[in-house]
């Protein structure tokens, strides 16, 4: 599979880190980038079920690929799903329900240092995604 081009500024950007708290700031940075949800967006039905932290999702499909933005009120967390983002955007379904996230965290070397819950977090965005994408198969995709 393929990386998009912002996964493999953010695999570069990771593996040039030598340190966790490199990485850790690294992690930070990104998470400042990520583009800010309206307070719309930050709605009920856009939040993520299964995250300790507060975490929205929206996405929207463009052709055959898709492109998501989310947001949390954890700071960590916003990094975590920068990096997230990087690795699917512009992704097309059947490539995004392929996706190893343990794994792309273990090439960004922040796997180790990811808690169960955030991992467990991470996958529940994962998870609300590919409803997203089932429910655009439908119709019946929200924005």
């Known amino acids: 599979m393929n990386l998009p081009a912002s996964a493999q500024t953010a695999l570069q950007a990771f593996s040039a880190c030598p340190s966790w708290e490199q990485r850790a700031r690294l992690l930070m940075q990104w998470g400042d980038q990520l583009a ?5 967006e930050r709605c009920e039905a856009n939040r993520v079920q299964g995250c300790e932290s507060q975490v929205w999702l929206v996405g929207e499909r463009n052709g055959a690929h898709w492109q998501f933005r989310a947001s949390s009120d954890a700071r960590l967390l916003r990094g975590l799903l920068a990096l997230l983002l990087a690795r699917v955007n512009g992704l097309a379904q059947t490539e995004l329900s392929q996706l190893d996230l343990p794994d792309w965290f273990t090439q960004l070397g922040l796997a180790r240092h990811l808690s169960p819950s955030r991992s467990n ?14 429910a655009g198969d439908q119709g019946t995709a929200r924005h």
């Open 121 to 134: 977090g991470l996958q529940a965005v994962l998870t609300r995604m590919q409803q997203l994408l089932d």
């Open 36 to 40: 800010p949800l309206s307070d719309d």
